[in-house]
């Protein structure tokens, strides 16, 4: 009987420990590139993405809002499984995502909420962007000026901006297609241009 009671104590430890174990094996990716909602729906598209999160970053006021979130830029934070997507592919897909030369917002938005930065969450995520960042320069030809930076607190933006393109598809699309946001980025980065449409 006690060696019984040993085996299935030890088998209900095991299950309870799955759940930290699966958690303790995903990744987060911070990127802020323009109108979270498009961040939101390009990687929602990318295999090994598990979860997207619209929110805030980089200011210093308390619970931000959307209408008060003065030095905050928009941002996705990206919660993936690294046994099928690695976060360098990540970053590939983010430069190929976003136009990294425009200092003064992204496409049709405007100011510092909607330019564009790397925030990491470890230090092997800031050498790997820094590294990326150089390799994304090479490509391009031209200076890009995404900041890249440890992520400071992260506030979740409010519910109605999660999954918006999901809740509100029509007004989605012309949003997006209104932008230019697609023929920006395949006008900056030609057929390696990544909109959430064409394969990546």
Not at 118 to 145: C, F, R, W
Not at 186 to 193: D, F, P, T, Y
Request: charged share 25%; with cysteine.
């Amino acid at each position: 009987m006690t060696r019984l009671f040993l085996a299935l104590a030890f088998a209900l430890a095991s299950v309870c420990t799955l759940p930290v174990a699966a958690n303790a094996a995903s990744g987060t990716a911070i990127f802020a590139g323009g109108c979270f909602w498009c961040v939101e729906s390009d990687f929602d598209k990318v295999p090994g993405v598990t979860s997207t999160v619209s929110g805030y970053i980089g200011g210093s006021i308390q619970d931000p809002t959307y209408r008060n979130h003065p030095g905050f830029r928009e941002a996705e934070k990206i919660t993936f499984d690294p046994s099928k997507v690695s976060y360098k592919h990540l970053l590939d897909v983010y430069w190929h995502s976003v136009d990294p030369t425009d200092s003064g917002g992204q496409f049709c938005d405007r100011g510092h909420s909607y330019t564009t930065a790397i925030y990491a969450t470890t230090d092997e995520e800031l050498k790997e962007a820094k590294a990326s960042k150089q390799q994304a320069q090479k490509e391009l030809g031209k200076p890009i000026v995404t900041e890249v930076k440890k992520a400071p607190k992260f506030w979740k933006a409010e519910d109605y901006h999660q999954d918006y393109y999901r809740k509100n598809p029509e007004r989605y699309e012309y949003y997006r297609s209104a932008c230019g946001r697609n023929r920006a980025v395949e006008a900056v980065w030609g057929s390696s241009a990544y909109t959430g449409i064409a394969g990546h």
